[in-house]
């Protein structure tokens, strides 16, 4: 990352093909000249827009919600950590948009407001979280323990978050950029909706063809629980007697194996996230489960089923029990399907 010579007015952190779809959406609508951001990309993403702006720290390795992980990003985090530090320590930095509160980086950015920091705060929403009761009982206890240290030795500062996760209830934050308005854990006051823009498919659904979206929720339970998850999954997934199957695996973490359940499938090789790729879908279903995909691609698509299979049970291993993001789905026009009796 090389240092620009323009100053940095705006820092923006993203996370997610959601976040970045939206801060460039509201950059823009608050008339915010790229060449004034400073982008940090929280996740290892293609941001078209990046280069526009005055300077970029990429995250540049492949994520992890393990703490053994967490060694490769290092990197990442001191190259953002000195970044964020010229950019507040030189006094023009006028307006901060994240994506959330927990990381690092964000959450020095809010203890700089806190302690005397003039700027105005955003909150991005990047997905389900911002739709669901979520507290520092919904992430691995390691962070809480490791993160204070960690920030101290890379010159942050970081105080461990007390309410939701998104920063969306903080005092210091001003407004809250959502993709859809059911459900959204903030403020009304705060809320600005910027939704999906509905889009017409290139071709008509093809009968019989099914796409699943794949996530990393295996790294959230025991093999056993996996495996049972999988099994239950996959007799479902028979159910729906599909002609063709296309899987769409996540961009950067492990499947378990859970296509394996699926019989013959096609790999989907497109690049863009699954609201990226909207309007070339010509699947007559999407399911899935524990992913956000489901809600951005029925924005996009009103046309297409989108179905979340388990969440009676992947809710005990992602969220710790809280279900409250299946008021969302269902809001959403996701439909439902438990994974049944003795989940």
């Excluded at 920063?167 to 001003?174: D, K, L, R, S, V």
């Excluded at 909706?193 to 009968?207: A, H, M, R, S």
């Excluded at 969440?311 to 439909?335: K, M, P, Q, T, W």
């Amino acid at each position: 990352m090389a240092s620009s010579a323009r100053p940095i007015r705006v820092i923006v952190f993203i996370t997610n093909a959601i976040s970045a779809e939206l801060a460039k959406r509201v950059l823009e609508a608050d008339k915010v000249p790229f060449g004034e951001v400073g982008l940090i990309v929280g996740r290892n993403i293609v941001v078209p827009w990046a280069d526009d702006c005055a300077e970029v720290v990429h995250y540049g390795v492949a994520a992890s919600l393990k703490l053994a992980g967490q060694i490769r990003t290092l990197g990442f985090y001191r190259n953002g950590s000195a970044a964020v530090r010229r950019w507040l320590a030189a006094g023009e930095v006028r307006e901060i948009y994240l994506a959330n509160i927990d990381n690092l980086l964000t959450n020095h950015m809010l203890q700089w407001l806190r302690h005397g920091g003039k700027a105005k705060l955003t909150v991005l929403s990047e997905g389900l979280m911002n739709y669901q009761v979520i507290g520092i009982d919904d992430r691995a206890g390691w962070r809480w323990q490791v993160k204070p240290f960690v920030a101290a030795l890379l010159g942050l500062n970081y105080a461990i978050p007390k309410q939701h996760l998104s920063g969306a209830f903080e005092p210091e934050c001003g407004r809250v950029i959502a993709f859809a308005a059911p459900h959204i854990q903030a403020p009304p006051e705060k809320v600005q909706v910027l939704p999906f823009d509905i889009i017409t498919p290139t071709e008509p659904p093809e009968l019989g063809t099914v796409l699943v979206v794949i996530t990393g929720i295996a790294q959230w339970m025991t093999v056993e629980a996996f495996e049972r998850f999988a099994d239950a999954f996959g007799a479902w997934f028979r159910t729906l007697n599909a002609k063709r199957v296309l899987v769409k695996f996540h961009p950067h973490y492990p499947s378990g194996g859970i296509e394996n359940r699926l019989g013959p499938f096609e790999t989907v090789t497109d690049k863009r996230s699954v609201e990226g790729m909207a309007a070339d879908i010509n699947a007559e279903a999407v399911v899935g489960f524990c992913t956000t995909a489901l809600v951005t691609l029925k924005l996009r698509r009103p046309d297409i089923r989108c179905v979340d299979f388990g969440n009676d049970f992947y809710c005990e291993y992602a969220y710790h029990g809280d279900r409250s993001v299946v008021a969302f789905l269902a809001a959403s026009g996701i439909e439902i399907v438990e994974m049944g009796e003795g989940a």
